[in-house]
C-alpha cells in the first residue's frame, strides 16, 4: 500500500515536473501557474484530496503555527520573545451556515482570551466570509460585534482581513459601521490591497477617516477590469499609496499604516522615504507571514522599525497554504519534492 502510495507520488512528480518545466518555457508562465493555484485555492475536489494525503499538512506547516490555539500561543511567545507582535489567525473561510460562523467567533474569542492570560503581545485577524458575511449582513454584524466586546474585555484589537473583490464593499461597510456605532470601535482595523484600482480613492477616504489600515498587495484572483494584471503596476500603485498614508496631512488624522510586504525592494523604498521626510518609525509598522523571509523580520526588528508576524492555526489550512504558494512558484517545488521523501 505505502509503496503503491510513494510510487503514484513519483508519477504524479514525474508529469507535474515536465508541466512545470514546459509552462516556465513560455512567457506569462508564471502568471498562469498563479492562477492555476489559486482556482484550486477554491475547488472543493481538490481540497479534498489534499487534505487527506498527510505529506501534505506537513509542507504547509511550514507557514502555520499548528492546529490549537496553544499552538499559536506558543508560536507567539517565540515571535514575542524576538522583539516582533503579532496577529493571530483562526483559519477559516467561506462558512454557509450561522451556526459554522457562531462556532468561528466562539474559537477567536477563546484565543483572545488566552492571548490575555498568557500576555502575549498579539492582536487578532479574522475573515468576513468566516463570520457569516455570506449568509448575511446582520449575521457578519453581529458576530463581528460580539468579537470587538471580547477584545475590549481581554485588551487587544481586531483586523479584518480583506478577501476578494465580492466582497470589499461589504467589508468596508461593516468596518465603518462597527467603528463608528460600536462603542469599542477603536478596536476594529481593516485592509486595502494594492492591486486593486479602487483602492486609491478608499486610500483617500480612510485617510480623512484616521483609519488604522494594513497595506498589502492582494492574495485573490481578480478580473482585469478591477486589478491590475502586470505585478509591476501593483508594485507601484503599492509604494505611491504608501506614501499617501505617511503624508503629514494622514498621520495629523490619526492614521496608522501597516505595510503588509515582504517585499525588500518596496520596504527599503518607505524606509527611505521615512528617513528622507524624518517619519518616525512608531508612526507604522511592517507586517510579514510566519515562515516567509524571517531574515528579514528580524533585520527590520534590528534597524529599530516595528514589526508584527501574521500567524495563522487550526485545521482549515488548505485555502491559505494554495495562495501561499500561488504567490511563490518555487515554493510549489518545494511542495512537490517534499510530498515524494
Ligand atoms: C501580514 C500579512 C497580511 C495579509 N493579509 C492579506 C489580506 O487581508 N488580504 C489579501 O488579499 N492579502 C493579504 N496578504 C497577502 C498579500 O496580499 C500578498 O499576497 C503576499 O504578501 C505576497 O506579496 P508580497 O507583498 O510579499 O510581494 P511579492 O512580490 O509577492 O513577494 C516579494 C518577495 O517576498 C517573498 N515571498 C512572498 N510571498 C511568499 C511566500 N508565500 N512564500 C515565500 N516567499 C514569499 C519572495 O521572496 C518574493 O520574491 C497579507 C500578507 C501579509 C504579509
Redesign the pocket.
Known amino acids: 500500500m505505502h509503496s503503491n502510495r510513494s510510487a503514484f507520488s513519483r508519477i504524479l512528480l514525474f508529469f507535474t515536473t515536465i508541466a512545470i518545466t514546459t509552462i516556465v518555457l513560455y512567457r506569462n508562465s508564471e502568471r498562469w501557474l498563479r492562477s492555476v493555484l489559486l482556482y484550486l485555492s477554491t475547488a472543493d475536489w481538490a481540497r479534498q484530496i489534499a487534505t487527506s494525503f498527510p505529506p501534505a499538512w506537513q509542507v504547509a506547516s511550514r ?1 502555520i503555527a499548528g492546529e490549537t490555539s496553544q499552538d499559536a500561543i506558543r508560536v507567539s511567545q517565540a515571535v514575542n520573545q524576538m522583539g516582533l507582535s503579532a ?1 493571530l489567525n483562526y483559519l477559516g473561510e467561506s462558512v454557509d451556515t450561522a451556526e459554522d460562523a457562531a462556532a468561528a467567533r466562539e474559537a477567536i474569542i477563546q484565543l483572545m482570551q488566552q492571548i490575555h492570560q498568557y500576555g502575549v503581545n498579539a492582536t487578532v ?1 479574522v ?1 468576513p466570509t468566516q463570520l457569516g458575511i455570506h449568509i448575511g449582513r446582520d449575521v457578519v454584524h453581529e458576530n463581528l460585534q460580539q468579537l470587538l466586546t471580547a477584545a475590549e474585555k481581554y485588551d487587544t484589537r481586531i ?1 479584518i ?4 473583490s465580492h466582497v470589499t464593499d461589504t467589508t468596508l461597510d461593516l468596518y465603518r459601521r462597527l467603528r463608528d456605532d460600536d462603542q469599542f470601535g477603536h478596536r476594529v482595523g481593516i ?1 486595502l ?3 486593486l484600482y479602487r483602492t486609491e480613492a478608499d486610500v483617500k477616504a480612510l485617510i480623512q477617516e484616521g483609519a488604522w489600515v ?1 497595506f ?5 484572483k481578480e478580473p482585469h477590469e478591477l486589478a491590475f494584471p502586470e ?1 509591476a503596476d501593483t ?1 507601484a500603485n ?1 509604494l505611491k499609496l504608501s506614501k499617501q498614508m505617511l503624508s503629514e496631512e494622514a498621520r495629523g488624522r490619526g492614521m496608522y499604516p ?1 505595510f ?5 525592494a ?1 520596504i527599503r523604498a518607505i524606509n527611505q522615504y521615512v528617513r528622507q521626510e524624518q517619519i518616525s518609525k512608531d508612526a507604522f509598522e511592517f ?3 510566519y ?3 524571517r531574515d528579514l523580520q528580524q533585520e527590520l526588528s534590528a534597524e529599530g522599525y516595528r514589526v ?3 500567524i495563522p492555526f487550526g485545521t482549515a489550512w488548505y485555502p491559505y497554504f494554495m ?6 512558484p ?2 510549489l517545488w518545494f511542495f512537490l519534492s517534499n510530498l515524494v521523501k
Open positions: 507557514f496577529t485577524s475573515k483586523r482581513d480583506m478577501e476578494d485592509v490591497q494594492a492591486y494594513r498589502c498587495k492582494g492574495a485573490y505585478k508594485d503599492f501597516c503588509a510586504t515582504h517585499d525588500e518596496l507586517q510579514m507571514l515562515g516567509v523571509r508584527r508576524v501574521y495562495r501561499r504558494l500561488a504567490e511563490r518555487a515554493n
